[in-house]
């Protein structure tokens, strides 16, 4: 279990965060949604142990986090890929990293490129790939570490429409399949409840918790078509309209 | 497509080259003196004295080759570790203060201290080339983003990792323009320390036949010294290619 307790976050004069507590179960999904510049990012940061709150603290399974949390892995808006790495290598790198076998590395890195439709674009270089390519490279280097939690700040933002339906469902099935605990930020109501088991609305900077709604029914690719869905979405979209104007 | 862009780039170059060779010969026409001889007079003696200045510009290249070497081997950590708050603190003021100072006036001391040899023709050149070199850098690797630092950090990189996998290529690109745009320097410094104490070097060769009124041999010597140039700058242009295809 994640747990964030009383969490604020300034820098310098700029308050980002303020008094945020939330908890995520093992294995579940959280959508954090809110205005742009209210501490998304920072929050992300900070549940991943490479930034230090101003005040407050991270447990993860009830240990305190005070450095680089080890089996998570993190996405970052924008900054996701390395663009001096080919496809190839920057699927790699944590392995890498972590010091594995060639052989094994290249047997994993291949399963990984090939599971995602991106075999034939292994030695490409990002900035030649479409950003649901380029997501689809970010989303697979962190998962070749096999972290047991995933943490993805607005991946999907980059991309039209339609490739951003398949990628929500593609993010919805590797949740149900490999069960990591998933954090994901985004700035869309709709993306929130389509994959958020829970989701966390936060206000306007300084960020506070301003709801934590619970979307129990989560988990299907035609929850798309549903009342209920429509419901959340409503439900969600009045709690961010309250109070601002 | 990428071919397309280096044969046009190939053309252009030549084009330029032309015109240049155009204008040249067209002054030199005009001004009917000795002291311009027509291109294909340069050329001629350029091919007559190749192989008196051939000596001369391996001479002259070597010199300007572990310039290079020299002051990039110090000014990369330099730079790049400037990233260290603590390594910035102690190398940034250090810069910053002699940096605006003219460099060239120390070839006396340089003499004093190394003797007339070559030593003190190479340290010269790597002296100003270190500072060109060690500023980009430093700009360079503090520009990197933030958040590629946390990108990688997350993968469990330890400081060394930071280093290998994103600070130095991603400040690769402009480590390498500086390199370029310092060649062009390296060259300016190599006549200056070549124009005394020696005897060997295209400097010592423009200087020497220019007192005895050479002008065919000099700009022989003038136009060997803007090939080396030229051909230093072209292989960093390709090192750079290789190096930074990404971009
Ligand atoms: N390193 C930093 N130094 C100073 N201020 C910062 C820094 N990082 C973020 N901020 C500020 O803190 C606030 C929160 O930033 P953060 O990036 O966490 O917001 P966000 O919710 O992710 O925004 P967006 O929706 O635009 O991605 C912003 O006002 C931002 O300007
Ligand atoms: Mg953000």
Aim: aromatic residues 8%.
């Amino acid at each position: 279990m994640i747990s964030v307790r009383n969490v604020s976050k300034s820098y310098g004069d700029v308050r980002a965060l303020e008094d945020v507590s939330l908890e995520v179960e093992r294995g579940e999904s959280c959508a954090i949604i809110g205005p742009s510049g209210c501490g998304k990012s920072t929050l992300l940061l900070i549940i991943s142990g490479l930034l230090q709150p101003s005040s407050g603290e991270v447990y993860i399974e009830n240990k305190i986090v005070g450095g680089p949390v080890k089996n998570a892995a993190l996405i970052l808006q924008d900054y996701g890929l390395f663009p001096w790495k080919t496809v190839y290598d920057n699927v790699a790198l944590g392995l890498r990293i972590r010091g594995v076998e060639r052989d094994v590395e290249r047997e994993k890195v291949e399963g990984l490129l090939e599971k995602f439709g991106l075999k034939r674009f292994d030695r490409y270089y990002p900035k030649h790939l479409s950003g649901g390519m380029r997501q689809r490279v970010a989303i697979a280097r962190a998962l070749a570490v096999e972290p047991e939690i995933l943490l993805m700040d607005e991946p999907l933002s980059s991309l039209d429409a339609l490739s951003r339906e398949k990628m929500q469902n593609f993010l919805l099935n590797l949740w149900k399949e490999t069960k990591t605990t998933m954090i994901l930020v985004t700035h869309s109501i709709e993306e929130a409840v389509f994959l958020g088991k829970k989701i966390v609305v936060l206000t306007p900077r300084p960020g506070r918790v301003k709801a934590i709604v619970n979307n129990p029914k989560v988990g299907k690719e035609d929850y798309r078509q549903e009342e209920v869905y429509f419901e959340k979405c409503r439900e969600i979209r009045e709690i961010i309209e309250v109070g601002a104007t | 497509m990428q071919g397309d862009k280096r044969d046009n780039r190939g053309w252009s170059y030549l084009g330029t080259l032309i015109i240049l060779l155009i204008l040249w010969k067209g002054l030199s026409v005009l001004i009917a003196h000795p002291a311009l001889p027509s291109p294909e007079v340069v050329l001629a003696s350029l091919i007559n004295s190749a192989h008196e200045l051939s000596r001369h510009a391996a001479v002259s290249l070597l010199r300007v080759v572990y310039a290079l070497l020299l002051a990039f081997s110090l000014a990369f950590p330099a730079g790049i570790l400037s990233r260290e708050d603590t390594v910035d603190r102690l190398i940034s003021p250090l810069i910053y203060l002699l940096y605006p100072i003219p460099h060239i006036v120390l070839l006396p001391l340089y003499i004093l201290l190394f003797g007339i040899g070559d030593f003190s023709r190479v340290a010269l050149i790597a002296t100003i080339l270190f500072f060109q070199i060690a500023v980009t850098t430093r700009d360079a690797a503090r520009q990197v983003s933030e958040y590629y630092i946390y990108s990688i950090k997350s993968l469990g990189a330890s400081k060394l990792d930071v280093y290998r996998y994103v600070i130095i290529p991603a400040a690769m690109p402009k480590i390498i323009t500086a390199l370029r745009i310092s060649v062009g320097t390296a060259v300016a410094v190599l006549f200056f320390a070549e124009s005394f104490a020696t005897n060997t070097g295209l400097g010592y060769v423009i200087l020497d036949s220019w007192s005895r009124a050479d002008y065919e041999i000099m700009y022989a010597a003038i136009a060997a010294m803007a090939l080396l140039g030229f051909s230093l700058y072209i292989i960093l242009e390709i090192a750079e290619r290789r190096i930074c295809r990404w971009m």
